[in-house]
Every structure is written in structure tokens, then in C-alpha cells.
């Protein structure tokens, strides 16, 4: 069954969900155990959101906004890299600790300079030129994510099809570690509600 959400819409909601785990983490300061679960779903998401819009959304700019999407594509993946480089550095990282704090809010500051850029400029020129196949590129991005690593790959490459094999290497690895990750409960995320 094809998605309703245009591409703008999926996108804005993964950005939001990044926001609300941020929040989440730094509310728990003090509850070591919280805050890394906090952590470890923050990483998670920021990772997945990563390749689906390297995977998916890039592509599509690159084809329908020509040099223009290129060039916007391009900007785009160099941000990413950088974040990735972030988290991977954070993965050796205590979380709570003030070293892990300090990355962290650099690297939202980075995150949200770039998600606000791509939804005030980037999404509303590709929404013109996808029409109704936004909801399909939303239904792709999505289940995209379904399949994409868990963990930052900064040494990975960025661009398909060499970043889809990588991350079907990769993707099983990380689903392993995940196993063996803590991530919220439904009692830590009531109590991030409340």
C-alpha cells in the first residue's frame, strides 16, 4: 500500500524524531542508564535517516534538478559525512560524560543547520518536480530505512550503487550489535512523556 506522506512530510517527521530523542536524552541527565538508551536511539535514527536520503532522495535530485541537484546533492553528502564522522567518534564514547555532551551538541547544531536547509530549499524545489511521485519516493525512503546500517559508516561510500552494497554489508553487522544494545523501554519513554 503506497504512503500518503509526500517525500517533505517523511523527511520533516524523521527530523522531528531526531529532535524528540535529543530532548529525551538530555531530560534523563543523571540516569546514566537513560541517557544511553536515549543515545543509542538517537544514533540509530540519525544513521538510517542518513543513507535513505543518500539513497533516495539524493538520486532524485541529482535527476530531476539536474547541475542544480547535483550541486545540492553533493552539499548535502558532505554534511552528512561530517555527522557521521560525529557519531562514530561518539559510539567510543561515554554517554553523560562531558566530552560526549560536548560532540553531541555540536553535532545537533550541525544536524539542524542541515535539516532546516533541506526543508526551506532542497524538499520544496524536489516536491515541485516529483508531483504525485512523492509519495512513492516517501514510500522508498522508507522502506529503505528498513533495510539500511544502524551505526555510522564514515569511511563508507555515499553515492549508489557502491553505498547500497556497503550498507547491505554493513546493515547485518550492526542489526547484531543492535541485539545487544540498550534501547528505550515503553517505561523510559513514559517517563520522557511525562
Do not use: C
Not at 108 to 120: F, G, I, P, Q, T
Not at 160 to 175: N, R, V, Y
Amino acid at each position: 500500500m503506497a504512503s500518503k506522506q509526500t517525500l517533505t512530510q517523511a523527511i520533516k517527521e524523521d527530523h522531528q524524531e531526531m529532535y524528540e530523542y535529543h530532548d529525551n536524552y538530555k531530560k534523563f541527565s543523571g540516569d546514566a542508564d537513560s541517557q544511553t538508551r536515549w543515545a543509542n536511539q538517537l544514533r540509530w535514527e540519525i544513521a538510517r535517516h542518513a543513507v535513505g536520503e543518500e539513497l533516495v532522495v539524493y538520486p532524485l535530485m541529482e535527476k530531476h534538478l539536474g547541475a542544480q541537484g547535483r550541486k545540492l546533492a553533493d552539499h548535502d553528502r558532505e554534511e552528512h559525512q561530517h555527522v557521521k564522522e560525529m557519531l562514530y567518534k561518539m559510539e567510543s564514547m561515554t554517554p553523560g560524560s562531558a566530552e560526549y555532551d560536548k560532540l553531541l551538541e555540536r553535532m545537533m547544531v550541525s544536524l539542524r543547520e542541515h535539516n532546516d536547509s533541506e526543508e526551506a530549499n532542497d524538499l520544496p524545489i524536489l516536491e515541485t518536480h516529483l508531483g504525485e511521485g512523492s509519495q512513492q519516493a516517501a514510500s522508498q525512503f522508507s522502506l529503505t530505512k528498513k533495510f539500511a546500517p544502524t551505526r555510522s559508516h564514515p569511511s563508507a561510500p555515499n553515492k549508489p550503487p557502491f553505498e547500497t552494497f556497503a550498507g547491505f554489508l554493513a546493515a547485518p553487522m550492526d542489526k547484531l550489535k543492535d541485539a545487544f544494545t540498550k534501547f528505550p523501554t515503553n517505561e523510559t519513554k513514559d517517563a520522557a512523556a511525562s
